[in-house]
């Protein structure tokens, strides 16, 4: 079955600073990774993913993530942060690869950005 | 185009009764999943529907329930509330075919039992 864990509950960096949030996943099959960012009081916003194409994935807001399937990891980066990007972060695998959209969920890393 | 809508945004229940949230998707999505997001479990996944049909189901009681109509809204039902039943409930919707696998969420419906 798969699975994603996210190691580092919270994060935190200065503005400016490199952003590296960590995935690892555990799948049987080529996996269907994503990046969902949530703020405070909302939904889910997908940021970024990765469907078996090209392994680094560029997202929206500067960020990307690289799959590497030799270390099993989708971790995801951003060259410089920004206040805004304070929020939590949630990596995620599709079980089903179209027979179904469920998703398996990491259980998220808060980022805090330091002025 | 507009994106996924749940209503009611907020709902404050008490033990022991029942609630139905609603669920638009975007428009000409045909899958809608809903979530459950808790601070001890996380985002869990309750269910799916494509087609009116159920295509998955999550590891909960038959208290939570859902469907789907022609137009693809969907309704999700939470019968003989409990306190752990308090959480952020969230749709997804997709075109739920192979040809795009992601999903969007809607702000979410935060339920309060007390």
């Known amino acids: 079955a798969q699975s994603v864990t996210q190691l580092g509950s919270h994060v935190s960096v200065s503005e400016g600073a490199l952003v590296l949030l960590r995935c690892n996943y555990s799948?049987?099959?080529?996996?269907?990774l994503f990046w969902y960012v949530q703020y405070p009081n909302q939904g889910l916003q997908l940021l970024l993913k990765?469907?078996?194409?090209?392994?680094l994935v560029k997202g929206i807001n500067g960020f990307e993530a690289e799959f590497k399937k030799s270390e099993t990891s989708f971790h995801l980066t951003k060259p410089s942060a920004h206040m805004s990007d304070a929020a939590e972060y949630f990596c995620?695998?599709?079980?089903?690869?179209?027979?179904?959209?469920?998703?398996?969920f990491g259980t998220g890393t808060l980022l805090a950005v330091q002025p | 185009k507009a994106g996924v809508t749940q209503t009611p945004r907020y709902l404050i229940k008490t033990r022991g009764q029942q609630v139905t949230l609603s669920c638009s998707p975007i428009?000409?999505?045909?899958?809608v999943s809903w979530y459950q997001q808790t601070p001890g479990q996380g985002l869990q996944f309750l269910f799916e529907?494509?087609?009116?049909?159920?295509?998955n189901k999550g590891n909960f009681p038959g208290r939570f329930s859902g469907r789907q109509f022609s137009n693809s809204r969907s309704e999700m039902n939470v019968s003989t509330l409990e306190l752990g039943d308090s959480a952020l409930y969230l749709c997804?919707?997709?075109?739920?075919?192979?040809?795009?696998?992601?999903?969007?969420f809607g702000p979410g419906t935060r339920l309060t039992v007390t």
């Open positions: 990765y469907t078996s194409a090209a392994t």
């Open positions: 799948s049987s099959v080529p996996p269907y």
């Open positions: 428009s000409g999505h045909r899958s």
């Open positions: 997804a919707s997709s075109l739920g075919d192979a040809s795009s696998y992601e999903q969007y």
């Open positions: 995620a695998v599709s079980d089903g690869g179209g027979a179904t959209n469920k998703l398996i």
């Open positions: 529907y494509f087609s009116e049909t159920q295509r």
